[in-house]
């Protein structure tokens, strides 16, 4: 089976344990190296906690949809579920997001938000406050979903819904760079709705001890529970096909997102013989090299295989012609398992108490 290691990869591989010395000492510095991070990141903390810093606020309510790693807890899916939550309640939703790996204001996210809500909105910039205030008045939007937007304390918010990833909850442990935190687990308690997510691909008793953990974290906050659920093929020209292809034919798959491990096991799951893989660096700007050079390794696999990627890496190839092979993304959607209800409320409640603040 051919795979690709990228610089991403082989840092989670040596952050994960790579066995040998030379490993075991670059760890070493990454640990020395998370110091002065967690030092940063303590401080700026306390400075928003005490009102060292400013904050702003919006005249909309704004929901916080973030998490408290690098990279690959689902947040994408979990956005447009809150977006489609209010446009079924007929409310105007804008999203703003920082844009990582974004060319000219627009990133994978994005684009894969653009296709699945053609009707939202979607500004990107690093100033979310002037964001927030262009969405109220240029869209007259009545709901702001900030997207990444846990460790973003500039702009108010009136919910935050913090996601964890069920697979690898903590990071290894350790703060980055040693680690994958962004922030002490401790700042959990910041959170108003905890999301366990991808809660399908781990033991029920694994995800009880993660229940406990995450209620210590953050005793007031609902703990809800969710899986991402593969829907539907999509392809470029908004095609759509059943996810019983996938069992049909082997499969050559790549992915440029945070956590492909994630990835391939939902291609395992629906039952595909993945033959072939590939990976690149989460938010991966796909060069005319890098197509020219999957064409050539689609072209290289037996006549009958079918190509399969995510929808993000999908939105930024817009490529067509792979070796007479058919490229499909799978579509994915947040479900949720338990504390439906109670997110339900807090959703509500957000929006309903912004009404009467002066």
Known sequence: MERVLV????????????????????????????VPYGCVVWLRNRLYDRGGYRIFRANAPVVSVGNLTLGGTGKTPCVEYVTRYFRKQHRRVAILSRGYGG??????????????????????????VRLASQAVAERVSDVLVLDDGFQHRRLARDLDLVLIDATDPWGQ?????????????????????????????VEASERGRLREAITRLAPKAPLVESDHRPMELVGLDRAAARLDRLRVQPV????????????????????????????????????????EELRAWAD????????????????KIRETQWGGKELWAVRIQLHLESGEKEFHQKLDDAVNGFRSKP
């Open 7 to 34: 610089s991403g990869e082989k840092y989670r591989a040596l952050v994960k344990g790579r066995r040998g010395l030379g490993p075991a000492l670059s760890r070493l510095g990454l640990r020395a190296a998370s």
């Open 103 to 128: 060319n000219a204001g627009r990133n994978d996210e994005a684009l894969v938000l653009e296709d699945n809500l053609p009707d939202v909105p979607h500004f990107q910039g690093a100033d979310r």
């Open 173 to 201: 442990g350790y703060l980055f760079p040693r680690g994958l935190l962004r922030e002490p687990a401790a700042e959990l308690r910041r959170a108003s709705v905890v999301m366990l997510t991808r809660c399908n691909q």
């Open 252 to 291: 050559i798959a790549f992915s440029g997102i945070g956590n492909p491990g994630a990835f391939r096991q939902t291609l395992i799951d629906l039952g595909a013989n993945v033959i072939g893989w590939r990976t690149f660096p989460d938010h991966h700007r796909y060069s005319g090299k890098d197509v």
């Open 300 to 315: 290289s696999q037996p006549a009958d295989c079918l190509m399969a990627t995510t929808q993000k890496d999908l939105v």
